[in-house]
Structure formats: C-alpha cells, structure tokens
C-alpha cells in the first residue's frame, strides 16, 4: 500500500511539473511575440540612459507581460475546444497524454490569475510609475517614484474597494452579503472582476457589430479591387498633375509662412498615397484582382451572416431551454464528448468564429470616435498610449470567452473564475445581450451594405455626390 501510494505521489509530481513546464512554454512564446509588437510601436525617441529611461523599461516589460496575458485570454477557449476534440479522437494515444483535463483547468485558472494580476496592479502601476516624480522634498531618484506609486496604488484601491462596497450594499442589502463585504478575497475582488467582465462584454457588445461591418472596408483597402469602369492610366495621369502642381507650390512659397507649408505637405502625403495605391492596383495581376477580392469579401459575408445565425439560434434555446444558459450547465467534461453537433468540422468553424469575432471586435473598438486616438503608429507611440492599448486589449481579451458562451457561438462550458460571474445566470441580461448583439449587427450590415452599393453605382455611373443627381 505504501508503495501504491509513493507511485501515485510521484505520478500526481510528475504530472504537476509538466503543466507547469508547458504553462511556462506557452507563456514564453506568447511573451517574446508580445515583445516584438509592442518594441515596433514604441517611439525611439523614449530609449535614453537615464532615469527615465529605466521607468519606461520596466513599464516595457510590464505592457509587454500584459499584452501576453491578452494574447493567452484570446487563444484559451479556442486550445479548449481543439483539445476537446484531439482528446475525443485519440484517448489513448500515448503522445498526447500531456493534453489532459488537468491542464485545461490550470490555464483556465491562470488566465484568470494574470488577468485580475494586470488589470488591478501591474497596469495601474506602470502607469503611476511612469507619471511619478517623487514626492516634494524627498531625493528624486527610482525609490522615490516608487514611493509616489505605491501611495497612489493604495489610494486607488482603497477608492476602488469604497465603490464596490457601496454598490453591492445598494444591491443587495441583506445580513448574509453585508457580512461577505468584510472578506476581500471570496467577495470583493470575484466580484470586482465580474463587474470588469461585465463592463468588457458590454465593450464588446458595442465594438463587434461595427467591427463587423468596418472588416469589409479594411479588407477592401488591403486588397486590390477590381477594375470596373475604371480607366487607371487617366486616373494616374491627373494624379500625377495634382502631385506636381503641389510641389511647385512648396517650392515657391516663403518659408516664413509656416502654415501653408504644413497644409500643401499635408496634401503631398495624401496625393502620394493614392498614387502608391494606383500603382499597386496596376501591378496587381488579373486573378489577384477578379478573384481574391471577391472571394474574400464573400468569405468575410459568409462569417458574419453565420455568427448572427448562431446567436439567433442562441435566442430560441434560451426561450426553451434551460441549459443553453452560460452559468450553471454542467457540461460532459473534457475528451468525453463533443461539445458541436458536427464534430470536427463545427469545433473548427467555432474557432474561425471565435477569432474573427475577436479581430472585428478590434476594429471596432479603434473605429469608434472615442478611441481614435489610441490608435499605435509605427515607431512613434508613447508608453502611455501603449498602456492605454494593452489596457483595453485586455478587457477585450479577458471577455472574449464569455461573450463567445453568451451568444451561443460554442457550446464549451466556462472553467474556472470565468464561469461564476453572477451576471451569467441572469435570464434577462443574457437574452437582452444577445437580442442587441443580433439586432446592432444586421443594422451596422444593412447600413454598411447600402451605403457601399449607393456609392459604387453613383461612382459607376460618373454621378458625384456633390454634382447633378436623377430626379425620381
């Protein structure tokens, strides 16, 4: 029996050790490809040997952490439902003993960890940290703004702690949830963090109907169009006038006037810019131009009408049945069955849903006039900026599997701290979420399609908006 028992130990190690080695594996390649992204926008101009220069390294280090903790978020549910499937297809193969139940469960976990780890204290503190200077009178130095930042840090906490109590005492105000006020880890921040992930879905809800609409705009101004009615060499012949006139204008103007100068530079760069897209439109051969874009915009058409057919299937489950609820349906567990009625082939589509979702779903958040400005420009955004950005991208991440269960997309139960946000078992909020997400996307598609069908027969048929219009 001891010996049973030693062997069971060392399994139970043995099994241990390899999660947290693949853990620690995934993590790191996320973290070096977050490096990248972030060091390609962040301005050089920020890379001195000072003082300031180790405050923006550290607050490097720690975007560049968080923005691998969103890219985790973003890859989580669509590992889950592959590994539920590779399980479900190969149970006793011995090279994929290490995809198990287990880890699933570990990553869930620690995605929720680092999530409530970054947005509640590495963020906030490379923020304070990189805005700090010292406290008056005290010796400026790197101790000095840590001190300035970790008052700050417990100023906003206990802030934040004061809000949250207050409204959960305005909520619901009985013995037994004013005594749970008083615990901070089993109350406060699950239920601080639920009302972040409600906050992301909301984010979501407003971002992804427009994202969805915006991808078909992105995708046209990526790929080369083709040429209907449309004469490229006249086109590029007057732009070429337009580009010479204006720089005969920068030539003979006085640099004393400093205004004028900036507008016709201004005017040069756009000029060039259609010129380079003209001229890629020339190069571009025949079947780049007639085949892939069409095929790409139906590929984008076909995704989004599925996604809305989903969720109003999603609707009616709701209406009649209990179970299509994102709290509290116990599922099958992993590798013992599939979660999509088509197997295989419907566990891949989740994950392209999944994905593009995700992708339109940034889009939208940068087509939004609100957050224009957060926009990162190559080589040239502030660490400030890159925090604001790996902010949002977290919210966005962190509530991408649960806006995934609510409207219906996959079927894969929500693990961990994902699935106990007391929002999800409430009936109306869930079917109010999808009924809006339903109706907010057909609306952003009929306006987007409208819009570009007027536009292009106007163009087609040489009518300017501006210019002589049919009468009726």
Same mark, same amino acid.
């Not at 479900?88 to 198990?100: E, G, K, R, T, V």
């Not at 400030?384 to 996959?410: D, E, Q, Y």
């Not at 409430?426 to 007027?454: D, E, G, H, P």
């Given at each position: 029996?001891?010996?049973?028992?030693?062997? #069971?130990?060392?399994?139970?190690?043995?099994? +241990?050790?390899?999660?947290?080695?693949?853990?620690?594996?995934?993590?790191? *390649?996320?973290?070096?490809?977050?490096?990248?992204?972030?060091?390609?926008?962040?301005?050089?101009?920020?890379?001195?040997?000072?003082?300031?220069?180790?405050?923006?390294?550290?607050?490097?280090?720690?975007?560049?952490?968080?923005?691998? *903790?969103?890219?985790?978020?973003?890859?989580?549910?669509?590992?889950?439902?592959?590994?539920?499937?590779?399980?479900?297809?190969?149970? +006793?193969?011995?090279?994929?003993?290490?995809?198990?139940?287990?880890? #699933?469960?570990?990553?869930?976990? =620690?995605?929720?960890?680092?999530?409530? @780890?970054?947005?509640?204290?590495?963020?906030?503190?490379?923020?304070?940290?990189?805005? $700090?200077?010292?406290?008056?009178?005290?010796?400026?130095?790197?101790?000095?703004?840590?001190?300035?930042?970790?008052?700050?840090?417990? !100023?906003?906490?206990?802030?934040?702690?004061?809000?949250?109590?207050?409204?959960?005492?305005?909520?619901?105000?009985?013995?037994?949830?004013?005594?749970?006020?008083?615990?901070?880890?089993?109350?406060?921040?699950?239920?601080?963090?639920?009302?972040?992930?409600?906050?992301? &879905?909301?984010?979501?809800? !407003?971002?992804?109907?427009?994202?969805?609409?915006?991808?078909?705009?992105?995708?046209?101004?990526?790929?080369?169009?083709?040429? #209907?009615?449309?004469?490229?060499?006249?086109?590029?012949?007057?732009?070429?006038?337009?580009?010479?006139?204006? +720089?005969?204008?920068?030539?003979?103007? $006085?640099?004393? @006037?400093?205004?004028?100068?900036?507008? =016709?530079?201004?005017?040069?760069?756009?000029?060039?810019?259609?010129?380079?897209?003209?001229?890629?439109?020339?190069?571009?051969?025949?079947?780049?131009?007639?085949?892939?874009?069409?095929?790409?915009?139906?590929?984008? @058409?076909?995704?989004?009408?599925?996604?809305?057919?989903?969720?109003?299937?999603?609707?009616?489950?709701? @209406?009649?049945?209990?179970?299509?609820?994102?709290?509290?349906?116990? /599922?099958?567990?992993?590798?013992?069955?599939?979660?999509?009625?088509?197997?295989?082939?419907?566990?891949?589509?989740?994950?392209?849903?999944?994905?593009?979702?995700? *992708? $339109? $779903?940034?889009?939208?958040?940068?087509?939004?006039?609100?957050?224009?400005?957060?926009?990162?420009?190559?080589?040239?955004?502030?660490?400030?900026?890159? #925090?604001?950005? &790996?902010?949002?991208? !977290?919210?966005?991440?962190?509530?991408?599997?649960?806006?995934?269960?609510?409207?219906?997309?996959?079927?894969?139960?929500?693990?961990?701290?994902?699935?106990?946000?007391?929002?999800?078992?409430?009936?109306?909020?869930?079917?109010?979420?999808? !009924?809006?997400?339903?109706?907010?996307?057909?609306?952003?598609?009929?306006?987007?399609?409208?819009?570009? *069908?007027?536009?292009?027969?106007?163009?087609?048929?040489?009518?300017?908006?501006? /210019?002589?219009?049919?009468?009726?």
């Amino acid at each position: 029996m001891e010996a049973d028992e030693v062997s #069971i130990r060392e399994q139970n190690f043995h099994s +241990q050790v390899r999660e947290y080695t693949i853990c620690f594996l995934l993590f790191a *390649v996320l973290y070096i490809v977050s490096y990248f992204i972030i060091t390609r926008y962040k301005r050089k101009a920020d890379e001195q040997e000072d003082e300031d220069a180790i405050v923006n390294r550290i607050s490097l280090f720690l975007s560049t952490f968080t923005l691998a *903790v969103s890219a985790g978020a973003v890859l989580l549910l669509p590992f889950s439902i592959i590994s539920n499937e590779i399980l479900l297809s190969f149970p +006793q193969n011995y090279y994929i003993q290490w995809l198990n139940g287990s880890l #699933i469960h570990g990553l869930w976990n =620690l995605a929720s960890l680092f999530s409530n @780890l970054c947005l509640f204290v590495l963020m906030p503190f490379a923020f304070f940290f990189l805005e $700090s200077e010292g406290f008056a009178g005290l010796k400026k130095g790197i101790r000095a703004r840590i001190l300035e930042t970790l008052v700050m840090l417990i !100023l906003l906490a206990l802030l934040i702690l004061g809000i949250v109590w207050v409204a959960s005492a305005l909520i619901d105000n009985d013995a037994a949830s004013m005594e749970s006020l008083y615990d901070l880890w089993e109350f406060y921040l699950p239920y601080l963090y639920s009302c972040i992930s409600l906050m992301g &879905c909301l984010l979501l809800l !407003l971002c992804t109907p427009v994202g969805l609409s915006r991808m078909f705009t992105v995708m046209g101004q990526l790929l080369v169009k083709p040429t #209907i009615l449309e004469d490229l060499d006249e086109q590029m012949y007057i732009i070429t006038l337009e580009e010479e006139a204006i +720089q005969r204008k920068l030539n003979g103007i $006085s640099s004393t @006037l400093e205004n004028q100068t900036v507008e =016709l530079e201004r005017e040069l760069e756009k000029v060039k810019c259609k010129k380079t897209n003209l001229e890629r439109r020339k190069k571009a051969s025949a079947w780049e131009r007639n085949l892939v874009y069409p095929a790409v915009m139906i590929l984008l @058409l076909i995704e989004t009408s599925i996604s809305v057919l989903l969720v109003a299937f999603n609707i009616l489950y709701l @209406l009649v049945d209990e179970t299509a609820m994102p709290k509290g349906s116990g /599922g099958p567990g992993i590798g013992n069955a599939s979660l999509s009625t088509f197997g295989f082939v419907g566990a891949a589509l989740e994950i392209i849903l999944i994905f593009y979702l995700m *992708v $339109s $779903s940034v889009v939208g958040f940068y087509s939004l006039r609100f957050f224009e400005n957060f926009i990162p420009r190559k080589d040239d955004t502030t660490m400030t900026k890159i #925090i604001g950005n &790996c902010v949002s991208i !977290l919210v966005l991440s962190s509530a991408l599997p649960v806006m995934s269960r609510t409207l219906g997309i996959t079927r894969f139960d929500l693990l961990g701290d994902f699935g106990r946000f007391n929002w999800l078992g409430n009936f109306y909020i869930v079917l109010s979420y999808n !009924l809006l997400f339903a109706i907010m996307t057909t609306l952003c598609l009929v306006r987007k399609f409208t819009s570009a *069908v007027r536009e292009e027969l106007l163009k087609a048929l040489g009518i300017c908006k501006s /210019g002589h219009t049919k009468k009726d």
